[in-house]
């Protein structure tokens, strides 16, 4: 997304990222090395996820409201639609919270 002021965190997405596992590399890969790479490859992401949200914050420090309020409604928006698009089941929705439930100490 690109802004007023010519900042830039990045676009959203509607679908989020894509993993592949079926690569060249992949499937001549270890499980410890394919771990380790994910692993990597997680931690890229929160480090541009962080920067992203640092660069949002200066942003909407140097704009009125009147400016980013709209746009941070636009993305709010397109990830409840998203997030909405996906369809899960009454039953799937209750098994995640209780995953949740079990899972946490």
Known sequence: ???ENGTDI???????????????????????NVR???DEKHERN???????????VAYIKSEPPEVWGPQQNAVVDDQLE????????????????????TSRP
Do not use: C
């Open 1 to 3: 997304m690109h802004f």
């Open 10 to 32: 990045g676009s959203p997405t509607k679908t989020g990222p894509t993993y592949s596992t079926t690569s060249d590399s992949a499937s001549n890969m270890s499980d410890s």
């Open 36 to 38: 380790k790479a994910l």
């Open 46 to 56: 929160r480090e541009q996820r962080i920067e992203a949200v640092k660069r949002w």
């Open 82 to 101: 998203a997030a909405q698009s996906v369809g899960t089941s009454a039953q799937h929705q209750q098994h995640v919270k209780e995953s949740r439930r």
